[in-house]
């Protein structure tokens, strides 16, 4: 059995994929369940929560109300790039003859807090479009 505990942030990660595939599913091996801070620790000092809540609203809920923050973003939205995603096609496709691929790669910065990824475009020979593959790496 594997039991993990957190605080609700940004709409990313497995933490967050979790609770967006099983959260009121019924599920024989997944239990995802949500509440305040206050419902699962009801001895924390409600004045401390309260001064956090007045010094920083949206981490606030975040951190005391496990909601989920809206207002952090990346370049593009989770949703936007999901929806581009062809799910039924094979992850891997051979190159086409007589197209130029383009690879773009932002290497971790040895950080810990960012991720590798590579990127492998060419134009759409039928289209107006550019077609991306990516291959991110572990955060």
């Known amino acids: 059995m594997l039991i993990s505990i ?3 942030y940004r709409r990313t990660g497995l933490m ?3 609770h967006r ?14 509440g305040t801070t206050q419902q699962f620790n009801p001895t924390l000092d409600v ?3 309260e001064a956090s ?17 809206t207002d952090l973003a990346a370049f593009l939205d989770d949703e936007l790039i999901e ?10 496709l051979p190159p086409q003859r007589d197209v130029f691929y383009r ?11 960012d991720a590798y990824t590579i990127a492998i475009g060419h134009k759409s020979a039928t ?13």
């Open 21 to 34: 595939d099983f959260f009121g599913v019924d599920s024989d091996d997944t239990l995802v369940i949500q």
């Open 127 to 139: 289209a107006s479009s550019s077609i991306w593959s990516a291959a991110p790496g572990p955060a």
């Open 16 to 18: 967050y994929a979790k």
């Open 6 to 8: 957190s605080s609700a």
């Open 83 to 92: 929806k581009a995603i062809d799910h039924g096609r094979p992850l891997e």
């Open 53 to 69: 809540r007045k010094a920083d609203p949206i981490a606030a809920r975040s951190e005391w109300d496990s909601e989920f923050r």
């Open 103 to 113: 690879c773009f790669v932002d290497a971790s910065g040895g950080s810990g807090h």
């Open 47 to 49: 004045g401390t929560i």
